[in-house]
């Protein structure tokens, strides 16, 4: 078990999101990817309401500038991703409390943003740190990335959407395993079974997430929210009504001068310019 008991290791001055843009790649910035890191790397970067608070914030920031147009998320030190929730802080919680504090709320907000998000994941991803990973886009895996859901052992389930989530992604049995046993699985297998994008050697993670975030930063802005939205619809929508929005919009990108500007530069046989409009 792997949730943390709730040690806060940051002081007064520490914050708990540290948010770059450009985030700083190995040999230079990293133009149009911002990087934010989960700092509580004393307590596995818990998640306690205060922190999801503070990265709900940070990801509503830079989804309404236009400087960004990827996110990577990752965990302060090599330990953990968010290795679960903050135990201690909910140890002794009634459901009036849970309603009352609005926590999860956080959690609807981090769902809403637009820009694409990839999670670069060392160490343990467990609990909420999964259903955390899970809320991204995409996951850039170390090798010695642990993901599960260990809830069941502590006596109560998954309740930031790893029910929802986790069999959307790898399938009822596999995600009937997991959440019923609390056992983890390592980073090949969760790449096996469709939870993580691609699994890279642990000391090559953020880079690999940053590469993977500039390529998708690459791309037209409109082009990227639109399809990030369409793909998200395709787990929530029967097929006909995925495909009906697809459809348009797939129309609508046609009113942007970056599909003119796209078009007209694979004529010309040059690169295109993006201007997000």
Request: charged residues 25%; glycine residues 8%; proline residues 5%.
């Amino acid at each position: 078990m792997n949730e943390s008991a709730g040690v806060e290791p940051t002081t007064a001055s520490e914050p708990l999101v540290l948010v770059e843009l450009p985030a700083a790649g190995r040999d230079a910035p990293v133009d149009g990817v911002a990087l934010v890191t989960l700092n509580r790397p004393k307590a596995l970067n818990a998640l306690s309401f205060e922190l999801l608070r503070r990265l709900a914030e940070a990801l509503e920031r830079l989804d309404a500038d236009a400087a960004c147009r990827c996110i990577v998320i990752t965990g302060a030190g090599d330990r953990a991703f968010a290795a679960g929730a903050d135990i201690k802080e909910m140890a002794h919680a009634t459901p009036v409390d849970l309603q009352a504090a609005n926590g999860f709320e956080q959690w609807a907000r981090i769902r809403a943003i637009r820009t694409p998000i990839v999670a670069a994941v060392r160490g343990y991803a467990l609990g909420g740190g999964n259903e955390l990973a899970m809320a991204c886009d995409m996951v850039v895996a170390g090798e010695d990335a642990q993901f599960g859901q260990p809830e069941i052992r502590i006596g109560i389930m998954p309740g930031a959407g790893g029910t929802q989530r986790l069999p959307r992604a790898i399938g009822k049995a596999k995600a009937m395993d997991l959440i019923l046993t609390g056992r983890s699985i390592g980073a090949h297998d969760a790449e096996r079974l469709g939870l993580v994008t691609r699994v890279v050697p642990a000391e090559a993670t953020l880079e690999a997430a940053l590469d993977l975030a500039r390529d998708v930063a690459s791309m037209p802005p409109l082009a990227v929210r639109a399809a990030k939205e369409a793909v998200e619809r395709a787990f929530e929508l029967p097929l006909a009504a995925g495909l009906e929005f697809e459809r348009r919009s797939f129309f609508l990108l046609f009113a942007t001068d970056d599909q003119k500007e796209g078009m007209a530069a694979f004529v010309d046989k040059r690169p295109a310019r993006w201007r997000g409009r």
